[in-house]
């Protein structure tokens, strides 16, 4: 299997660092973006970054990486909380699938504490803002690996 990981960011993903510093932070996602890579390098991996604010786009995205990518790390945004097209697209992938969010939507208002995509992840990520970027990396390294 390829040594390349998907990275998927959901809607609005591509406004960080210019709202919401105090519950997102400040780093852009090209910077988020950045630290994955630096992190897949280490493992002898590479990133391959995609975001779109539509549903329909990220499924066809995660349907295209069955056979061309080893892993798939996704933040779907709010999609996260209702979009079962993910979730079936997700568990048709048969790789490591990390969900990552730079909030812990645990914490935060009830709707957001459903995760449809959780149940088809090997594992989540949550609550560690950018530095979820590397533990996510680090995550699909050591199952790629064992
Ligand atoms: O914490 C996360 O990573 C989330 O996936 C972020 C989503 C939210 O709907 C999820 O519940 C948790 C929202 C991303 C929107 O990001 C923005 C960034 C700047 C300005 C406005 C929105």
Redesign the pocket.
Known sequence: MSATILLLS????N??????PA??GTATLTDHVATASEAAALHGLSVVHFQSNHEGDLVDAIQAARGTHGAIII????L??YAWAIHDALAAFDGPIVE??????NA?EPW?HLSVVAPVATGSI?GFGGHGYRLAVEAVAAVLER
């Open positions: 959901g809607p609005n993903l406004l960080l660092g210019e709202r919401e519950v997102y933040n779907p945004g709010a996260t909380h990552l969010h730079l909030s812990n939507p935060r957001r949550v």
